[in-house]
């Protein structure tokens, strides 16, 4: 069996009575208790109509129940679809009409917007859930009462899809990652080794679970060895401060560890036990890893991924973690770097990556043709530049494409300047993204207008439209954009230009 569930499971019965998954002020439950509520919302979902290969799309807070609701998808052999928390309903309204999924699962404050696409988009049914309580975990608990569970786990193909994750493209509309059991697994049983990772491990989880590095990277890899969680809802210092001395591998986003720096109580005293400090979904700046070395005496292992590969590449457990670099390819990950003409090039030259490996996705939902786009024969190409080091080390240099990561959230520029050129006595607008110290990068909309442009009503009309970690935090206007001789903006000037935006 092909279900990546099936690996979870042992785990979880390795674990029987043993806590694995810990909330803070919250539940506590062990190996059995997420088994056997991964069967009974299992069960759930059969009565509801969901099959196998249905998409179930996911939009709510994160917490116990959320874990739950995921193991039950996959062990019901349908396809997990995470949605950010803060995506708008505009937003929302294109997944599931893209997605086509069976059962949407919201929060209750977002239960109207659904209903009213529920109406429009023919089978799509509609529950909510917060926590303990909304629609679906009423049918949870009756279920439980009623003993109504699931405990066959549906047989799944190597190559058939467990989640579809959305990731912006170079259209500025969001396309359908199809991530298969397979995937996952393969990339599982490369971080193991890679990272050495073991039942004996406590991992402190306060990423989200709508993402890549929270879903798939953390809580998979912690389940999928039998490994504890100590979750967290979000990141918040004086809750990571509290747990930390009883977790052994933390993984989060650049901003997480400068502001661990940034307080004077984060020292060797309370973090030195840690056996491992992880960070990805953004570069980690030197200065970040060199001071963190500083105070802890271990450096951050920073390595490299994305959502259609998982992770590729990381620095060595034992072996010198480079700072600026994301170490060499994971075991059973071939890169190769290559220049305009894709030919491979040698080692200390900068070209475009590329990637292959069982862990590499299986296309894009409904996008064949950008599928192909994306392949260069078997080999996935990133549209990330980067430079292979003589002793095999990877460091990435800049991207091909536009992609902003702030917070370690991928935000596509031209989704925000359709809303920006959008607007009246808007002529045309150009979004980059710049340094920011907390966040990796900030997000600057330089503007050309018809006469001065209110941008604090811009602002206003980007928070009802987009998700509120993609509106500008700067605003510029100017007479003209600069541009090359061929038409095209020149960013990369903008970029310069403004670099100093949030120093």
Known sequence: MHNVFALIQSNLRRQGEQIVLTIPKGPKLSGIDLDSQSAILAAVLHDLGVEPGDRVSVQIEKGQMNVVLYLAVLRSGAVYLPLNSAYTNTEIE??????????????????GHAERLKNRLVGLEVLTLDGESGTLFDLFVAAKLAKNSLEAISPRAADDLASIIYTSGTTGKPKGAMITHNNLISNAAMLTEAWAYSIDDTLLHALPLFHVHG????????????????MLPKFDLDAVLSVIRDVTIMMGVPTYYTRLL??????????????????GSAPLLVETSDEFFDRIGQRILERYGMTETGMSCSN????????????????????RIVGEDETKLPKGEIGS???KGDHVFKGYWKLPERTAAEF????????DMAVLSEDGYISIVGREKDLIISGGLNIYPKEI?????????????????????????????????????????LEVVCREKLAGFKVPRRWIQLEV???????????NLLRDEYADSFS
Request: glycine letters at 12%; a negative charge; one cysteine or more.
């Open 376 to 383: 260069n024969d078997e080999w996935f190409v990133t549209g």
């Open 417 to 457: 300047e359709d809303v920006l050129n959008d607007q009246e006595g808007v002529v045309e607008s150009a979004v980059v993204g710049v340094p920011h110290s907390d966040f990796g990068e900030g997000i600057v909309a330089v503007l050309v207008g018809e006469g001065a442009l209110d941008t604090g009503a």
């Open 316 to 335: 060595p457990l034992r072996g010198e973690r480079r700072a600026g670099s994301v170490g060499p390819p994971l075991p059973g990950v071939e890169v």
């Open 481 to 491: 954009l600069p541009r090359n001789t061929m038409g095209k903006v020149q960013k």
């Open 94 to 111: 294109y997944f599931l009409t893209d997605a086509e999924p069976k059962l949407h699962v919201c929060s209750i404050d977002r239960a």
């Open 262 to 279: 940034a307080d004077p109580r984060f020292n060797k005293d309370i973090g030195g036990h840690m056996r491992l400090f992880i960070s």
């Open 353 to 355: 990556l590329e990637v």
């Open 215 to 230: 879903l798939f990277v953390a809580l998979n890899l912690a389940l999928i060895n039998g490994g504890r969680v100590i």
